[in-house]
Protein backbone atom coordinates (compact mmCIF):
# COMPACT_ATOMS: atom_id res chain seq x y z
CA UNK A 1 0.00 0.00 0.00
CA UNK A 2 1.80 3.28 -1.48
CA UNK A 3 -1.13 5.57 -1.38
CA UNK A 4 -0.27 9.28 0.17
CA UNK A 5 -3.72 9.34 1.51
CA UNK A 6 -6.52 7.63 2.60
CA UNK A 7 -10.34 7.50 3.37
CA UNK A 8 -12.46 5.77 6.46
CA UNK A 9 -14.50 3.14 5.51
CA UNK A 10 -15.37 2.07 8.66
CA UNK A 11 -17.85 3.37 11.13
CA UNK A 12 -14.84 4.48 13.62
CA UNK A 13 -10.78 3.59 13.06
CA UNK A 14 -8.56 4.37 16.27
CA UNK A 15 -5.42 6.15 15.91
CA UNK A 16 -2.95 5.13 17.86
CA UNK A 17 -0.11 7.22 19.41
CA UNK A 18 2.18 4.34 18.47
CA UNK A 19 2.04 1.68 15.95
CA UNK A 20 0.40 -0.61 18.65
CA UNK A 21 -3.28 -1.44 19.82
CA UNK A 22 -2.30 -0.96 23.11
CA UNK A 23 -1.23 2.42 22.58
CA UNK A 24 -3.20 5.43 23.66
CA UNK A 25 -5.79 6.24 21.28
CA UNK A 26 -4.99 10.02 20.36
CA UNK A 27 -8.03 10.27 18.23
CA UNK A 28 -10.53 8.63 16.03
CA UNK A 29 -11.53 8.41 12.36
CA UNK A 30 -14.94 8.36 11.48
CA UNK A 31 -16.93 6.90 8.34
CA UNK A 32 -15.77 8.81 5.33
CA UNK A 33 -12.90 10.74 7.14
CA UNK A 34 -9.49 11.34 4.99
CA UNK A 35 -6.15 11.62 5.40
CA UNK A 36 -2.59 12.02 4.70
CA UNK A 37 -0.07 9.12 5.10
CA UNK A 38 3.06 10.36 6.23
CA UNK A 39 4.92 6.84 6.17
CA UNK A 40 4.18 3.26 5.41
CA UNK A 41 5.03 0.24 7.91
CA UNK A 42 4.62 -3.57 7.33
CA UNK A 43 1.22 -3.27 9.27
CA UNK A 44 0.52 0.21 10.14
CA UNK A 45 0.39 4.08 8.60
CA UNK A 46 1.20 6.82 10.37
CA UNK A 47 -0.97 9.65 9.44
CA UNK A 48 -2.44 13.31 9.58
CA UNK A 49 -5.92 14.00 9.90
CA UNK A 50 -7.36 16.51 7.06
CA UNK A 51 -9.82 17.68 9.67
CA UNK A 52 -7.55 19.15 12.49
CA UNK A 53 -4.01 18.11 11.68
CA UNK A 54 -3.96 15.09 14.38
CA UNK A 55 -0.84 12.66 13.24
CA UNK A 56 -0.99 9.05 14.46
CA UNK A 57 -0.87 5.48 13.27
CA UNK A 58 -3.57 3.09 12.02
CA UNK A 59 -3.76 -0.10 10.91
CA UNK A 60 -2.95 -0.78 6.94
CA UNK A 61 -5.73 -3.25 6.91
CA UNK A 62 -8.93 -1.06 8.11
CA UNK A 63 -8.64 1.34 5.38
CA UNK A 64 -8.67 2.54 1.63
CA UNK A 65 -5.96 4.28 -0.27
CA UNK A 66 -6.31 6.90 -2.45
CA UNK A 67 -3.95 8.83 -4.80
CA UNK A 68 -3.15 12.74 -4.25
CA UNK A 69 -5.43 13.68 -6.98
CA UNK A 70 -8.70 11.56 -5.56
CA UNK A 71 -7.84 13.01 -2.28
CA UNK A 72 -8.23 16.69 -3.21
CA UNK A 73 -11.34 16.17 -4.82
CA UNK A 74 -12.93 14.76 -1.89
CA UNK A 75 -15.68 15.89 0.50
CA UNK A 76 -17.93 14.40 3.21
CA UNK A 77 -20.99 14.26 1.10
CA UNK A 78 -19.83 12.64 -1.75
CA UNK A 79 -18.00 9.88 -0.38
CA UNK A 80 -21.16 9.07 1.45
CA UNK A 81 -23.39 9.14 -1.51
CA UNK A 82 -21.01 7.36 -3.05
CA UNK A 83 -21.26 4.79 -0.53
CA UNK A 84 -24.89 5.23 -0.35
CA UNK A 85 -25.34 4.53 -3.79
CA UNK A 86 -22.33 1.77 -3.81
CA UNK A 87 -24.76 -0.31 -1.46
CA UNK A 88 -28.37 0.54 -1.81
CA UNK A 89 -28.67 1.23 1.78
CA UNK A 90 -29.00 4.12 4.20
CA UNK A 91 -25.63 6.15 5.41
CA UNK A 92 -25.93 6.65 8.85
CA UNK A 93 -24.17 9.45 10.56
CA UNK A 94 -22.39 8.53 13.74
CA UNK A 95 -18.96 8.80 16.14
CA UNK A 96 -17.94 9.21 19.98
CA UNK A 97 -16.31 11.82 21.98
CA UNK A 98 -14.60 14.72 19.76
CA UNK A 99 -16.64 13.19 16.80
CA UNK A 100 -19.29 15.11 18.11
CA UNK A 101 -18.12 18.66 17.02
CA UNK A 102 -16.98 17.56 13.40
CA UNK A 103 -20.40 15.76 12.81
CA UNK A 104 -22.06 19.29 13.93
CA UNK A 105 -20.06 20.51 11.65
CA UNK A 106 -21.15 18.05 8.56
CA UNK A 107 -24.80 18.86 9.23
CA UNK A 108 -23.76 22.64 9.16
CA UNK A 109 -25.96 24.71 6.65
CA UNK A 110 -28.85 26.14 5.68
CA UNK A 111 -32.72 25.31 3.79
CA UNK A 112 -30.70 25.83 0.04
CA UNK A 113 -27.62 23.69 1.23
CA UNK A 114 -29.26 20.80 3.37
CA UNK A 115 -26.23 18.54 4.01
CA UNK A 116 -28.33 16.54 6.67
CA UNK A 117 -30.65 15.04 3.75
CA UNK A 118 -27.92 12.77 2.39
CA UNK A 119 -28.05 10.76 5.85
CA UNK A 120 -30.32 8.24 7.28
CA UNK A 121 -29.99 8.95 10.90
CA UNK A 122 -27.24 10.25 13.42
CA UNK A 123 -25.51 8.74 16.45
CA UNK A 124 -23.94 10.89 19.18
CA UNK A 125 -22.29 8.91 21.17
CA UNK A 126 -20.82 10.84 24.47
CA UNK A 127 -19.84 13.85 22.61
CA UNK A 128 -16.96 16.01 23.50
CA UNK A 129 -19.55 19.30 24.13
CA UNK A 130 -17.00 21.93 25.76
CA UNK A 131 -13.35 23.08 26.17
CA UNK A 132 -11.63 24.45 29.47
CA UNK A 133 -11.26 28.59 29.17
CA UNK A 134 -7.22 29.53 29.52
CA UNK A 135 -5.98 32.77 30.03
CA UNK A 136 -2.08 32.80 29.26
CA UNK A 137 -2.43 29.15 28.32
CA UNK A 138 -3.54 28.66 32.26
CA UNK A 139 -6.78 26.56 33.12
CA UNK A 140 -9.27 28.64 34.55
CA UNK A 141 -11.71 26.12 36.03
CA UNK A 142 -14.74 27.08 33.25
CA UNK A 143 -15.71 25.31 30.46
CA UNK A 144 -17.18 26.94 26.97
CA UNK A 145 -19.45 24.56 24.91
CA UNK A 146 -17.21 23.72 21.84
CA UNK A 147 -19.95 22.52 19.72
CA UNK A 148 -21.68 24.65 16.38
CA UNK A 149 -25.13 23.79 16.72
CA UNK A 150 -26.48 27.34 16.06
CA UNK A 151 -24.65 26.99 12.81
CA UNK A 152 -27.36 24.51 11.19
CA UNK A 153 -29.77 27.32 10.31
CA UNK A 154 -32.54 24.81 8.81
CA UNK A 155 -34.98 22.11 10.33
CA UNK A 156 -33.64 18.60 9.51
CA UNK A 157 -35.32 15.63 9.31
CA UNK A 158 -33.70 13.40 10.91
CA UNK A 159 -33.62 10.35 13.76
CA UNK A 160 -30.85 11.52 15.94
CA UNK A 161 -29.63 9.67 19.06
CA UNK A 162 -27.53 11.40 22.04
CA UNK A 163 -26.25 8.64 24.03
CA UNK A 164 -23.91 9.17 26.90
CA UNK A 165 -23.70 7.53 30.32
CA UNK A 166 -25.52 8.51 33.19
CA UNK A 167 -22.44 7.86 35.57
CA UNK A 168 -19.94 10.31 33.16
CA UNK A 169 -19.85 13.79 34.90
CA UNK A 170 -16.68 14.94 33.41
CA UNK A 171 -17.25 18.52 32.47
CA UNK A 172 -16.59 18.39 28.71
CA UNK A 173 -19.54 15.56 28.80
CA UNK A 174 -21.47 15.94 31.68
CA UNK A 175 -25.33 14.75 31.43
CA UNK A 176 -26.53 17.64 32.20
CA UNK A 177 -24.63 19.11 29.08
CA UNK A 178 -26.04 16.69 27.22
CA UNK A 179 -29.64 17.33 27.63
CA UNK A 180 -28.41 21.43 26.77
CA UNK A 181 -27.05 19.66 23.30
CA UNK A 182 -30.40 17.46 22.88
CA UNK A 183 -32.24 20.49 22.84
CA UNK A 184 -30.74 22.63 20.56
CA UNK A 185 -30.43 19.62 18.22
CA UNK A 186 -34.18 19.44 19.03
CA UNK A 187 -34.87 23.24 18.04
CA UNK A 188 -33.50 22.23 14.37
CA UNK A 189 -35.14 18.77 13.82
CA UNK A 190 -38.22 18.01 12.46
CA UNK A 191 -37.82 13.74 13.72
CA UNK A 192 -37.14 12.23 16.79
CA UNK A 193 -34.12 13.44 18.63
CA UNK A 194 -33.92 11.40 22.02
CA UNK A 195 -30.81 11.34 24.59
CA UNK A 196 -30.32 8.03 25.88
CA UNK A 197 -28.45 7.85 29.57
CA UNK A 198 -27.21 4.66 29.99
CA UNK A 199 -26.70 3.02 33.32
CA UNK A 200 -24.83 -0.43 33.07
CA UNK A 201 -21.63 -1.44 34.84
CA UNK A 202 -19.84 -1.21 37.93
CA UNK A 203 -21.29 1.06 39.75
CA UNK A 204 -18.21 1.71 42.11
CA UNK A 205 -16.48 2.86 38.79
CA UNK A 206 -15.69 6.83 39.03
CA UNK A 207 -15.77 8.94 35.90
CA UNK A 208 -11.88 9.53 36.48
CA UNK A 209 -10.78 6.52 34.87
CA UNK A 210 -12.79 8.03 31.09
CA UNK A 211 -14.10 4.42 31.35
CA UNK A 212 -17.94 5.96 31.11
CA UNK A 213 -17.20 7.78 28.56
CA UNK A 214 -16.17 5.37 26.30
CA UNK A 215 -18.52 2.58 27.39
CA UNK A 216 -15.94 0.57 28.52
CA UNK A 217 -18.06 -1.50 31.15
CA UNK A 218 -21.52 -1.29 29.11
CA UNK A 219 -20.90 -2.22 25.61
CA UNK A 220 -23.42 -4.94 25.24
CA UNK A 221 -26.24 -2.06 26.83
CA UNK A 222 -24.67 0.24 24.05
CA UNK A 223 -25.10 -2.08 21.35
CA UNK A 224 -28.73 -2.54 22.44
CA UNK A 225 -29.47 0.93 22.53
CA UNK A 226 -27.68 1.88 19.50
CA UNK A 227 -29.11 -1.60 17.38
CA UNK A 228 -32.87 -0.63 18.51
CA UNK A 229 -32.87 3.23 18.07
CA UNK A 230 -31.78 2.41 13.87
CA UNK A 231 -34.01 -0.52 13.48
CA UNK A 232 -36.74 1.75 15.08
CA UNK A 233 -36.03 4.45 12.53
CA UNK A 234 -34.64 2.70 9.54
CA UNK A 235 -37.20 2.81 6.73
Known amino acids: MNNSHGICALSV ?3 YREPSETSVIVNQLLYGDHFEVLQHQKFWSEIRLHYDQTEGFILNSVYV ?9 LSDYEVAEYYKKKFNKPIWLGGISSAGPRMVGILIGN ?3 RPSDIFAGAIFASPYLARIKKINDRPTG ?4 NIR ?5 YKMNLPILVV ?5 HKPA ?10 KQLAKRNSNITE ?9 KITYHDGGHHWFQYNKEELARVVSKFVLDNTK
Open 195 to 203: LKLLTEGDP
Open 149 to 153: VSQIK
Open 65 to 73: GLDEQSAAA
Open 142 to 145: EFTY
Open 173 to 182: QHPKKQEWFT
Open 164 to 168: NHARD
Open 13 to 15: INV
Open 111 to 113: EKN
